[in-house]
């Protein structure tokens, strides 16, 4: 039987997706595809693709079969739409829906006949643990050189990432976007460090964060380096977005320091932080 994990959302969704098709395959041996049907047609966060950071995926086959009810026309959005009202996430034998992205891996996932098709997020610190080795590889393959250029020069600060655009607006209680208050005090828990700040609004940063010279902001010229700079540097003050916290997971670094705001994301709980082992605090 074969496994397709649908790809959709920005970088950090599309690195959660990736992961669990790798965990599905290379741990549990099931036969399984990446299929971009619908990526490719959303063309979500500027078409940042997990393409563009990880190179050609050899061990994972890529797909771009189009599949009823996995499309971005009317009739699948209806369809979806009616599933999330319903709050049916399980189809038997046909579909894993992770429409709030707060399944369980073991109860929703592991515990059932395995469907032909997954759908949604699937952040499960687990599959990302499994993973890590496998997309640090692929990462340092394709920006070895990169990697290397800016790690020299940031790779002792700590990382401040600050998610604004669609976190502003957005009436989910998992995109919250960060305060001053929650930077400034997260700031205070790394005295005499320097600071790189990563944001997707720099203006609004450079015209509300602390007027210190320990702040310096990245000028990355796409989504794939600011990325980049984040893995680089040693330790974190996170939002509450995937893709900071991915950065700080591919760090590789063992004694990394991460702060990380009060979320109810599946992949920021205490049994996730726990799992993942890091030195972490909540501000």
């Not at 965990?23 to 979500?44: A, C, I, P, S, T």
């Not at 739409?81 to 579909?95: C, E, T």
């Amino acid at each position: 039987m074969s496994v397709n994990v649908l790809v959709q959302g920005g970088l950090g969704n599309q690195l959660f997706q990736v992961a669990w098709a790798y965990y599905l395959k290379d741990k549990l041996k099931f036969d399984v595809n990446l299929n971009v049907h619908l990526f490719y047609q959303q063309r979500q966060h500027s078409s940042v693709s997990f393409f563009s950071l990880l190179g050609e995926l050899e061990t994972i086959p890529i797909s771009e079969e189009r599949i009823l009810t996995f499309n971005d026309d009317l009739l699948s959005k209806i369809i979806r739409f009616s599933l999330r009202k319903m709050k049916i996430n399980h189809v038997p034998n046909i579909l894993i829906y992770d429409y709030d992205a707060l399944s369980s891996l073991d109860d929703d996932c592991l515990k059932i006949p395995m469907p032909n098709y997954h759908y949604g997020y699937f952040q499960f610190p687990d599959a990302a643990l499994y993973s890590s080795d496998f997309l640090r590889v692929s990462i340092a393959n394709k920006h070895g050189n990169l990697m290397g250029d800016i790690g020299n020069n940031i790779s002792d600060h700590v990382g401040i990432h600050i998610r604004r655009g669609d976190f502003v607006t957005s009436s989910s209680k998992l995109h919250v976007a960060s305060d001053i208050e929650y930077i400034s005090n997260a700031i205070e828990k790394f005295p005499g460090r320097r600071f790189m700040v990563f944001s997707d609004d720099i203006d609004w940063c450079k015209k509300h964060l602390p007027k210190i010279s320990s702040i310096d902001y990245f000028s990355g010229k796409s989504a794939i380096e600011d990325f980049i700079g984040l893995m680089c540097c040693q330790d974190y003050i996170l939002s509450g977005s995937t893709f900071s916290w991915w950065a700080a997971i591919l760090n590789g670094n063992k004694s990394t320091k991460v702060i990380i705001p009060n979320s109810d994301a599946q992949f920021m709980s205490e049994q996730s932080n726990k799992k993942i082992g890091w030195n972490y605090e909540r501000v």
